[in-house]
């Protein structure tokens, strides 16, 4: 029998029957348990297989993946912190750094406060559900796919010749020459980026919209009455009372930008300066072969990203001793 066919029987069959037996073999051990040691175990009891799985496929490979960087290009030698080394000392890791921070800032930057304007807006418009679905069309769309879509937008030929790219076409009708969006060093980052807050700008405005349309209206009202501008509305009551969301949806873009590949590994490959953190991490374990250097390029990202996680989680607490 082929093997596809066993793997998919026991995904479909196999995995659902052995969770039902565990919560039967649990609940039925529960039952046995003297006094309240039952409901205390319970909770835990039910956790304990997802508990169990991010140990095996998350916890153990991030530890693994730690040691593989104290050593060399083969992972049989330990080389101590050459890696590391390597990557604050090395033009092209150093490179890559500083673009993954130029996401950081203006994709973070515009995602969160395009969101946050356009469902600002659309709240006051007639047809909000049409606008709304304009701005979120992009979304399901994959990065791979948004990323081939804006590599035909961005497509140049040269000077005199007819522009299949759909941007250099237009700016050619007003009598201005093509431009290499993807190659010219001034325009790539940031056509990189562009990419990205258009296929994200849609998720934060839904959740920050659901946001807004939680907060009474008449907090609002009551600020107009007394004689607050609409400007002012927005900046002393409407956005104060949208930070926990904001933060939420910050947090989820700071995350996404450390991590961004799809759209620069498509559209460059990382050329033309336009490598970031994940596509050089990549480029040292397929091109370069060294699985040292890949693994501290990847602790690097890990070590970035903690402290927002840590941060996001010290809010929700603080949050939650409001309520």
Do not use: C
């Not at 927002?308 to 010290?314: A, D, G, R, S, Y």
Request: hydrophobic content about 55%.
């Amino acid at each position: 029998m082929d093997d596809r066919i066993i793997t998919a029987a026991i995904a479909v069959v196999g995995v659902p029957l052995f969770l039902i037996s565990y919560i039967i073999l649990i609940e039925r051990l529960v039952e046995r348990l003297p006094g309240r040691m039952g409901s205390r175990l319970r909770p835990y009891l039910w956790v304990a297989p997802a508990l169990a799985l991010a140990f095996i496929f998350m916890v153990l490979p991030t530890l693994n993946t730690l040691v593989i960087s104290f050593q060399n290009r083969d992972g049989n030698k330990f080389v101590g912190l050459n890696n590391y080394a390597y990557f604050f000392s090395n033009p092209d890791t150093l490179g890559a750094l500083k673009n993954s921070v130029f996401w950081l800032i203006f994709y973070t930057g515009f995602v969160v406060i395009g969101g946050l304007v356009i469902a600002v807006l659309v709240d006051r418009v007639k047809y909000e559900a049409i606008a709304k679905t304009a701005v979120f069309l992009p979304l399901p769309i994959s990065a791979v796919a948004a990323s081939i879509i804006w590599k035909f937008m961005y497509e140049y030929d040269p000077p005199g010749t007819n522009q299949t790219g759909t941007l250099n076409a237009a700016i050619g009708t007003f009598g201005f020459d093509p431009v290499a969006w993807l190659v010219n060093s001034t325009t790539n980052n940031a056509a990189l980026i562009f990419v990205g807050i258009w296929t994200a700008t849609g998720f934060a405005m839904v959740i920050i919209s659901s946001s807004l349309k939680a907060i009474n209206p008449e907090l609002m009202e009551a600020a107009r009455v007394d004689g607050a501008n609409e400007w002012q509305v927005f900046r002393m009551v409407t956005t104060p009372l949208l930070y926990p969301t904001l933060t939420v949806v910050g947090t989820t873009m700071v995350i996404q930008a450390l991590k961004t590949f799809d759209i620069v590994w498509v559209l460059t490959t990382g050329a033309y300066d336009t490598d970031v953190i994940a596509t050089q991490m990549f480029s040292q374990l397929a091109s370069a072969g060294h699985l040292g250097r890949a693994a501290a390029v990847g602790v690097v990202l890990l070590v970035a990203i903690i402290p927002i996680l840590v941060l996001n989680v010290q809010r929700f607490r603080q949050q939650e001793e409001i309520r």
